[in-house]
């Protein structure tokens, strides 16, 4: 469920019209529903009711300064991957405590950073990265609390660039090798075992990766106790899927998520860390655009808009589907036809969608790219010297520019000539 929906003909998010914004702000522009985050975080908490928990949103999703905040006075603690996001999660108010540092290749700055600043614990990935941080929390006179990622080597089936579990991907210490790798940490110093970490990859459908993937974890666990380490704390990752189909079945719900958590780990007396990310801000944001020029080609009609790849990613990187949707609602028995929907970038990866179905549409028109609000601003560029695209929050009847779009002269003050030129 979203707060985007058609009212007296206009698309709306919550209580403002979204042409209103475009108007006003401009396009192509992220508009996000205060409303809907507030939903699906409270759908996790609810999932997890049963247990003592912490539900850290991953900063990587959405970073924005106001997002963030949102979430994290509602409770909310975050999963970070670098330096910038503590210092954006800081940044928006969220403490120490609710921080977890995960990533492949954190580095020395970053662990100093994170244990001066205060850190609920490190993810730690690999036995260089142990020994770097046992080196210079040691060296501190402080006590890094850790939790090893732990590779279960589980197919999500997912996309192959966002599956994180299998044995082939950059994730994690192999299990095969975990008790190993525990006893090396027990016996550094400067560190402290708390728990243990699995994530198995993005956009899950199906829950059955999850169960085997924490059924393994819990075996890991009672092995674990047995050899003397305190285990307290486990991260389950994050990953649950959002439709990005209206017209598919949707992914499982957070409660039945939840239920497979409490099956497979939850007699275990360990707190749950979890770390959602696409599904609560995925379906609670929206990219709009508006059709520059309509374009018969040879066989096909392309709609070409002012967004492109580098505005959102996805479908040119992953192949990526959103439904698009024109923002005056389309009038009963109105005739939809195909378009190859593009944008207007030098790249023939520019492409949105291929003979997308929709109404007739005309220069100056616009759509909104559903379910956007999750890897989208934080993966655009400025390709092409084609500004950022600003970020909009929605609350009720107001709205407010969350991040704003640069002029092009401030995109060109960020360069510097050398005094030999």
Known sequence: MDHFNYRDGRLHA???????????????????????????FGLFRQAL????????????ANSNLAVLKLLGDLGAGMDVVSGGEYARAKAAGVPGERIVFSG???????????????????????????????????????EAPIAIRVNPDVDAKTHEKI?????????????????????????????RV?????????????????????????????TLRTEGHTITRLDMGGGLGIPYRRDNSAPPLPIEYGEVIRETVGDLGCEIEIEPGRNIVGNA?????????????????????DSAMND??????????????????PSVGAEFRPYDVVGPVCETGDTFQKGASLPALAAGDLIAFRSAGAYGAVMASEYNTRPLVPEVLVSGDQFAVIRAR???????SRDTMPAWL
């Not at 708390?194 to 009672?222: E, N, W």
């Not at 929206?286 to 709609?303: C, H, M, N, P």
Request: proline content about 5%; hydrophobic content about 45%.
């Open 285 to 305: 944001g929206l990219l709009v655009s508006q059709v520059i020029y309509v374009k018969e080609g040879e066989g096909r009609d392309f709609l070409i808009l």
């Open 14 to 40: 919550e209580d403002v019209p979204l042409a209103r914004i475009a108007t006003e702000v401009g396009t192509p522009v992220y508009i996000y529903s205060a409303a809907t985050l507030t939903r699906h």
């Open 104 to 142: 492949v290749g954190k580095t020395p700055a970053e662990m100093r950073q994170a244990l001066e600043g205060g850190i609920r614990q490190f993810n730690v990935e690999s036995e260089p990265e142990l020994a770097v941080l046992s080196e210079i929390a040691a060296g501190m006179g402080l």
């Open 194 to 222: 708390v728990g243990v970490d699995m994530h198995i990859g993005s956009q899950l459908t199906d829950l059955d990766p999850f169960r085997q993937a924490y059924t393994k974890m819990a075996g890991l666990v009672c």
């Open 163 to 191: 599956a994180t579990g299998k044995s082939e991907n950059k994730f994690g210490i192999p299990i095969a090798r975990a008790r190993e790798v525990y006893a090396q940490a027990a016996a550094l110093p400067g560190i």
């Open 406 to 412: 640069p002029t092009i002269d401030e995109i060109l």
């Open 49 to 60: 009711a049963w247990t003592d928990h912490l539900v850290c949103f991953a900063v990587k």
């Open 312 to 329: 959102l990613l996805r479908p040119a990187m992953y192949g990526a589907h959103h439904d698009i949707v024109p923002l005056a609602e």
